[in-house]
């Protein structure tokens, strides 16, 4: 079992920029990002493979994020520039342990949640 452990939100003016981050107690395959808005459904905004480092992004999101992990592979983040108000969102850290289920209907463990609120 793997614990995540997603922070780094909080609140700036649209232009802005944010870093989350996500620390994994153990060994996983893929991370990504998710945001949820009330009403909405959940969005996957990026998603990172852990051993080729392949990247994807929303097209939402392209170009004004970039997802990342480091050299162990058990803490990553997600920085965000550009921000919007539109960005606003409780962003969530998901892991799996297989390299190709980083889709929100495989993922395998969730972090908490961030909250991050752009103002205009």
């Known amino acids: 079992q793997v614990q995540l452990l997603d922070s780094g939100g909080g609140s700036v003016q649209a232009g802005g920029s944010l870093r989350l981050s996500c620390s994994a107690s153990?060994?996983?395959?893929?991370m990504a990002w998710f945001r949820k808005v009330p009403g909405k459904e959940r969005e996957r905004v990026a998603r990172i493979y852990s051993i080729s480092g392949g990247t994807w992004y929303a097209d939402s999101v392209k170009g004004r994020f970039t997802i990342s992990q480091d050299n162990s592979k058990n803490t990553g983040s997600l920085q965000m520039n550009s921000l919007e108000p539109e960005d606003t969102a409780m962003y969530f850290c998901a892991a799996s342990r297989l390299k190709g289920a980083c889709t929100e209907g495989l993922v395998d463990y969730w972090g908490q949640g961030t909250q991050v609120t752009v103002s205009s």
């Open positions: 153990g060994s996983i395959g893929c």
